[in-house]
């Protein structure tokens, strides 16, 4: 708890400057399960259709061995439009036995967001 005077809160010298969008960032793909987690990749700079592409065909069956959860695992993906490509869209219909689309950057899907809350505990 901090205590201030009344309508002080504004001041400067009571912000402290924080970096939302435009400072450093790293994009990870990865997968996870209540028995564990399976692969991650480190994507460098932009991903488009075929880096993410290669990234599913590479990582996501394998993930789902690692964790043992083959046959019966699920895809959860967002909106995005290198998700939704035809090439993307046909592989998950033969390879994956559920694909599940969420909205785009909802964090109540983002299981990323539900660890930094426990982290940031």
């Known amino acids: 708890m901090v205590w201030r005077k009344p309508n002080s809160?504004?001041?400067m010298k009571n912000?402290?400057?924080s970096v939302r969008h435009g400072g450093g960032s790293?994009?990870?793909?990865g997968c996870m399960?209540?028995?564990g987690v399976g692969n991650l990749h480190f994507i460098d700079g932009m991903m488009e259709k075929h880096m993410y592409f290669g990234i599913l065909k590479q990582n996501l069956k394998q993930g789902a061995e690692?964790?043992?959860?083959?046959?019966?695992?699920?895809?959860?993906q967002d909106n995005d439009p290198?998700?939704?490509?035809?090439?993307?869209r046909l592989w998950a219909l033969?390879?994956?036995?559920?694909?599940i689309r969420t909205p785009a950057q909802s964090p109540d899907v983002n299981p990323i967001e539900k660890i930094l809350g426990h982290l940031n505990n």
């Open 33 to 35: 399960s209540h028995v």
């Open 9 to 11: 809160e504004l001041e």
């Open 82 to 88: 290198k998700h939704n490509v035809h090439i993307c």
């Open 94 to 99: 033969y390879q994956c036995p559920e694909v």
């Open 26 to 29: 790293q994009m990870v793909w």
């Open 66 to 76: 690692k964790m043992d959860i083959l046959p019966h695992y699920k895809l959860y």
């Open 15 to 17: 912000m402290t400057p």
